[in-house]
């Protein structure tokens, strides 16, 4: 009597086996390095390489792929569309396998991992702290933070160049994007602590717009919101210079060259009661939010998922240390409602 066993197996998955043999993850790396900073030699600096070897790597690699992966273009480099195919793929890889070291660090019981955010200049005054406190409790993360103005957060969005993105305006009328309040963004009129008008009460916007004014660069959320807001009473401020940073048009404010509309965030360090004043002007406060953005059909990592749900549960805290900051502020968050961020956070958990 003779007896069979069954074996199942299962089916092998489709393996890219040419490019397994002849494409190395250093080489990706590289490659991806190039065109994220555009240019070899900033990219040998960042991986500490020489530029013969980021060449070699390069020529290796295009000779895999059998196509060029980069063009010259003056003195810096840009990808190909073949390039432009690879690094949308490198990303994808390098992500995956940051969550695969992720994952496998939670089996350890440990967090580790990267995180890359994108945000608009005002957020630099106060997200320091809020990183430091996350930081406290994942202590293995490695955290990557750059500084952009709302039009180059939104090629930073459309490029997927980071994790989490952090804006003064969700850019849902031009892309598909997630978006959650996080904290109050007032923008107040600003003036040296001398000026006359300091003290005064329900202060008419046409006065401001006598004054010599400040302005943020071209791109800028702020300028925009400024702007609307005299243009709705058929005002235009009597702009005086563009400045590309709130710290040069604070400095500038105190010089006595203008007034100046800026986010109360930009205060947090010297206060309300330092060089800078803060007018009672009529239409303002400009009641803004902050907001955490990222692409709709982008799958987090484990790191910014972390970091997301953390922001969103200490909301409550921000309104309460920018209330402190400016004891006036009190009456205008009375009207305003988290009610975005937070419905979203409660769809998130169920």
Same mark, same amino acid.
């Given at each position: 009597m003779?007896?069979?066993?069954?074996q199942t197996?299962?089916?092998?998955?489709?393996m890219?086996?040419?490019?397994?043999?002849?494409?190395?993850?250093r080489?990706?790396?590289v490659?991806e390095?190039?065109?994220?900073?555009?240019?070899?030699?900033r990219?040998a600096e960042e991986?500490f390489?020489t530029?013969?070897?980021?060449?070699?790597?390069?020529?290796?690699?295009?000779?895999?792929?059998?196509?060029?992966?980069?063009?010259?273009?003056?003195?810096?480099v840009?990808?190909?569309?073949?390039?432009l195919?690879?690094?949308?793929?490198c990303r994808k890889?390098?992500?995956?396998?940051?969550n695969?070291?992720?994952?496998m660090a939670?089996?350890?019981?440990?967090k580790?991992g990267r995180?890359?955010?994108?945000i608009i200049t /005002?957020? =630099?005054y %106060?997200l320091?702290?809020? &990183?430091?406190e996350f930081c406290?409790?994942?202590? +293995?993360?490695?955290? @990557?933070?750059?500084?952009?103005?709302?039009?180059?957060?939104?090629?930073?969005?459309?490029?997927?160049e980071?994790?989490l993105?952090?804006m003064?305006?969700?850019?849902?009328?031009?892309l598909?994007v997630?978006?959650f309040?996080?904290?109050?963004n007032?923008?107040?009129?600003?003036?040296p602590?001398?000026?006359?008008l300091?003290?005064?009460?329900?202060?008419?916007l046409?006065?401001?717009?006598?004054?010599?004014?400040?302005?943020?660069?071209?791109?800028?959320?702020?300028?925009d919101? /400024?702007? =609307?807001? %005299?243009?709705?009473?058929? &005002?235009?401020?009597?702009?005086?210079?563009?400045? +590309?940073?709130?710290? @040069?048009?604070?400095?500038a404010?105190?010089?006595g060259?203008?007034?100046?509309?800026?986010?109360?965030?930009?205060?947090?360090?010297?206060g309300?009661?330092?060089?800078?004043?803060?007018?009672?002007?009529?239409?303002f406060?400009?009641?803004?939010q902050?907001?955490i953005?990222y692409p709709?059909?982008?799958?987090?990592?484990?790191?910014?998922?972390?970091?997301?749900?953390?922001?969103?549960?200490?909301?409550s805290?921000?309104?309460k240390?920018?209330?402190?900051?400016w004891?006036?502020l009190?009456?205008?968050?009375?009207?305003?409602?988290p009610a975005?961020?937070?419905?979203?956070k409660?769809?998130?958990?169920?």
């Open positions: 003779s007896s069979s066993t069954e197996h299962t089916p092998a998955a489709a890219p086996d040419y490019l397994i043999r002849h494409v190395t993850l080489q990706l790396q490659f390095s190039i065109v994220r900073l555009g240019s070899f030699t990219a991986l390489l530029q013969p070897t980021v060449s070699m790597q390069i020529k290796k690699l295009a000779d895999s792929m059998g196509l060029p992966l980069f063009e010259h273009v003056g003195r810096n840009r990808p190909t569309e073949a390039g195919e690879l690094y949308q793929s890889i390098f992500d995956t396998i940051a695969l070291e992720m994952k939670d089996l350890k019981g440990m580790r995180l890359r955010l994108g /005002t957020a =630099k %106060f320091p702290t809020v &990183l430091g406290q409790n994942y202590p +293995g993360i490695e955290v @990557a933070l750059e500084v952009f103005n709302r039009h180059r957060i939104i090629e930073r969005i459309i490029a997927n980071d994790d993105y952090i003064g305006q969700a850019p849902s009328d031009q598909d997630e978006a309040q996080f904290a109050p007032p923008l107040v009129v600003m003036a602590r001398d000026h006359p300091v003290g005064k009460k329900k202060i008419p046409a006065r401001i717009a006598e004054e010599p004014f400040i302005l943020r660069e071209p791109g800028s959320g702020t300028r919101a /400024t702007l =609307k807001v %005299f243009g709705q009473q058929g &005002l235009r401020p009597h702009v005086r210079m563009d400045l +590309g940073s709130n710290e @040069a048009i604070k400095h404010i105190v010089g060259l203008g007034l100046s509309v800026l986010s109360l965030h930009t205060l947090i360090l010297e309300t009661d330092g060089p800078v004043a803060v007018l009672d002007v009529e239409d406060p400009i009641m803004r902050l907001y953005v709709r059909t982008k799958e987090l990592s484990l790191v910014a998922h972390a970091f997301l749900e953390y922001v969103l549960d200490n909301e805290r921000r309104r240390r920018m209330q402190k900051l004891p006036q009190a009456k205008y968050l009375q009207n305003e409602q975005e961020g937070t419905a979203r409660k769809k998130r958990r169920d």
